[in-house]
């Protein structure tokens, strides 16, 4: 390798570079591999080299090339960069390692549960959303961040999170038809997930709908484009003759007979609460129900049936009581008489203490509660043993052992997409897990673990932000407790419903998925699964 081929003006060289790479990608890839290290270049050619060299050896297939961008991506990461160039980095990461899973793929078709690469990639994608970067890029790049984040989720079984990031790639630009079109892809792939042929259809139009409008739109690149337009044939030919070409209108349900629940049931549908996958659709007033079921559970014994359906009722009541106390905690700023004639000490740093915080602090011990929860639902519903039950949790209920080192025989390669996109929610819970959660508009994995267990253990103190300038987080002096400011406990706590809510509903998919493939006789090949991603992605990431 050589220190510098790119000659006296690198910027120059460069833009030729972008130019070359549709018609001559392996001659971009050969100059860029050249470059043993970026000590000599500033910040912005250097993660111009990267990019580029990601993209040439992502189209050239060229694994040691990919592997040496991320080489030299390390190396920029160790610089004091701002955070925008660290939000460029993190996203020419997340493509990176896209690319080497595809490559690494020894059958593309193969439906793997671990994968280092898919898990950098989501890694990467969700750092490069951190809230202080994107503020510092152009919106194509956030909104293809997005994008490619809810590639990633929906990839592996999590389409309720996947759509979240494509709706905040629309938000951004309304017209981004990539997004569009995997919003699309997503709701197809929901539909064909679901067990209730109502909501299906609805899906499937939804579907179309967004498929319609990516392909009408300008600047897909056209094995993007076929992609999208044989999906939505695949989508037209189940359908009547004019069908689709109606437009969709959902029928409008009464929210209730007060003013309050009014207002309670509009929070949960523009929150995307609804235990109702038509609420991954909008906030249409149809999804304002808790319909969402286990259904009938097959088994030798009838108890088998009477406790899995029991304990998904249980849980969906926790789930729909924690959901009320956070709307209550967050919104009715009326004294408690509870709270009266109750002396408290001032400690002078702006503390909170009201029967309406207690509220949503018992909505996010109620939510959080609700993983191992689900494990244990996990471990009856498959007659696991190999891990006892006073040691079970989220995180561990899939493995051999506590070790997690291995995968259960029940689980591994099992074709089950709503099951895996389970156990791949489980990756964010985990103890040594340092990956964003959700869409990385939050303060991450460990911070969101920390706060529930001083909340659940030890001394969580809530503050009012009163203060402003450089020194205000030093007023927070207590050193036994966890301090946070009141607004972030509750954007935690919403975190953690929302979290609540994605896990129920794969719940939910996947017992159905099971109870179908048991009651049918198939084989997993026989059963509907979602259409997977194309290869198409490779040529829209740059």
Excluded at 91 to 99: E, I, M, R, T, V
Excluded at 146 to 173: F, K, M, P, Q
Excluded at 513 to 536: C, F, S, T, Y
Aim: aromatic share 12%; charged share 30%; net charge negative.
């Amino acid at each position: 390798m050589t220190d510098n081929p790119l000659g006296d003006n690198p910027n120059e060289t460069l833009l030729e570079l972008n130019e070359q790479i549709v018609t001559d990608p392996d001659g971009v890839y050969k100059k860029l591999f050249s470059i043993n290290s970026i000590d000599d270049f500033a910040d912005a050619p250097a993660l111009n080299i990267i990019g580029l060299l990601v993209d040439a050896s992502g189209d050239t297939g060229k694994k040691d090339g990919i592997n040496h961008a991320i080489d030299l991506a390390e190396e920029l990461l160790d610089r004091d960069l701002p955070p925008g160039h660290r939000s460029r980095i993190h996203y020419d990461l997340g493509n990176a390692f896209s690319h080497l899973r595809r490559l690494n793929a020894v059958d593309s078709g193969s439906w793997w549960w671990e994968n280092d690469d898919l898990e950098q990639e989501i890694y990467h994608f969700r750092m490069a959303l951190d809230p202080d970067g994107i503020a510092e890029i152009r919106d194509i790049e956030a909104c293809k961040t997005y994008t490619n984040l809810g590639n990633a989720l929906s990839e592996v079984g999590r389409v309720v999170e996947a759509i979240r990031c494509w709706n905040h790639a629309l938000e951004i630009d309304p017209a981004f038809a990539q997004a569009k079109g995997q919003k699309g892809i997503g709701f197809h792939s929901y539909a064909r997930a679901h067990y209730d042929n109502g909501h299906t259809a609805t899906f499937l139009r939804a579907a179309y709908e967004q498929l319609d409008e990516a392909v009408a739109a300008d600047g897909l690149f056209p094995p993007m484009k076929e992609y999208f337009e044989g999906v939505q044939q695949h989508i037209a030919d189940q359908f009547k003759p004019g069908v689709l070409d109606e437009e969709m209108e959902f029928e409008e349900y009464s929210l209730g007979d007060s003013d309050e629940e009014k207002k309670y049931r509009q929070w949960c549908l523009e929150q995307t609460l609804f235990l109702n996958p038509l609420n991954d659709l909008g906030a249409n007033s149809i999804a304002a129900q808790d319909i969402l079921h286990l259904g009938s559970v097959s088994g030798e014994e009838s108890s088998k049936i009477v406790s899995c359906v029991g304990f998904y009722n249980q849980m969906k009541q926790e789930y729909v009581s924690a959901r009320y106390l956070l709307y209550e905690g967050l919104y009715n700023d009326e004294p408690h008489f509870s709270d009266k004639d109750v002396r408290l000490e001032n400690t002078l740093d702006y503390p909170v203490y009201s029967f309406n915080a207690e509220k949503v602090r018992i909505a996010m011990r109620m939510a959080y509660s609700l993983f191992d929860k689900i494990a244990s639902f996990i471990q009856y519903y498959f007659d696991l043993s190999h891990i006892p039950s006073h040691k079970l949790n989220f995180g561990n209920v899939w493995y051999k052992s506590q070790g997690r080192n291995k995968l259960a025989p029940a689980f591994d390669g099992h074709e089950n997409w709503a099951l895996r996109g389970l156990f791949w929610l489980s990756k964010d819970l985990e103890f040594f897990s340092e990956m964003y959660v959700e869409s990385s508009m939050d303060p991450g994995a460990k911070e969101l673990r920390d706060t529930r267990n001083e909340l659940e253990h030890g001394y969580l103190k809530l503050h009012e932000p009163m203060w402003v300038g450089p020194d205000a987080e030093s007023r927070l002096r207590d050193d036994l407790a966890i301090s946070l400011y009141r607004s972030d406990f509750e954007e935690l706590s919403l975190k953690s419903l929302r979290k609540a809510r994605s896990a129920l509903i794969y719940l939910s998919l996947a017992i159905q998925w099971e109870e179908q493939a048991k009651n049918e006789n198939l084989d997993d090949d026989e059963i509907l699964a979602p259409v997977r991603l194309g290869h198409w992605e490779d040529e829209w990431k740059r």
